[in-house]
């Protein structure tokens, strides 16, 4: 039944709230990696169905094998971590299932929302996504792989706009 509905979980799926994806506040980058996270945590479930080879092509399709290739890699522990501290409780839409592709579920957006701040380099707020995604346990080793993560695909540091308009340091010809 919940397969039926593109529902990767062992809950009621009127009980799964979904979003728009383009409503949470994830930048292009992050909501490119809903496909991936959901074909990986798939994986995870499932090993022999072959959702990692999925993930792994596409993350190498879209960024290059040099980013791509390490990207899946360390989405791939995540997923994994996170399975191990929700279990059954985790819930993902199916990697499959299209008419759902551009929605979320509360746990997705959670997962996405706490990468987004982790990239930016807010730990603090990126705590709170965390403690609310494992609806209350702080799991350090989910926390350090996200983290990395977050540091290896690193938004990088703000760039300070002076006055004159200008951002960042710039060149000087004398």
Partial sequence: MLREKGISCHHDPSDTELLPLD?????AFE???????????ETCRNPGRGSWNFAYR???ARWGVRTGLPLAYGLAHISDAL?????????TLDMADTAHAAEVTRDERL?????????RNHVEAGNDFLIDLTEGEMD?????LALDFGRRHSCGA?????????TGPH????
């Fill in 23 to 27: 409503v949470i506040g994830c930048d």
């Fill in 83 to 91: 399975l191990r501290v929700k279990g059954d409780r985790l819930q």
């Fill in 158 to 166: 703000p760039r300070e706009v002076r006055h004159d308009g200008t």
């Fill in 111 to 119: 997962l996405l929302l706490l990468l987004h701040q982790l990239r």
């Fill in 140 to 144: 350090k080793e989910l926390m350090a």
């Fill in 58 to 60: 596409a993350a190498a």
């Fill in 171 to 174: 060149l000087l010809v004398v």
């Fill in 31 to 41: 909501q490119a990696l809903l496909p991936l996270l959901r074909g990986l945590v």
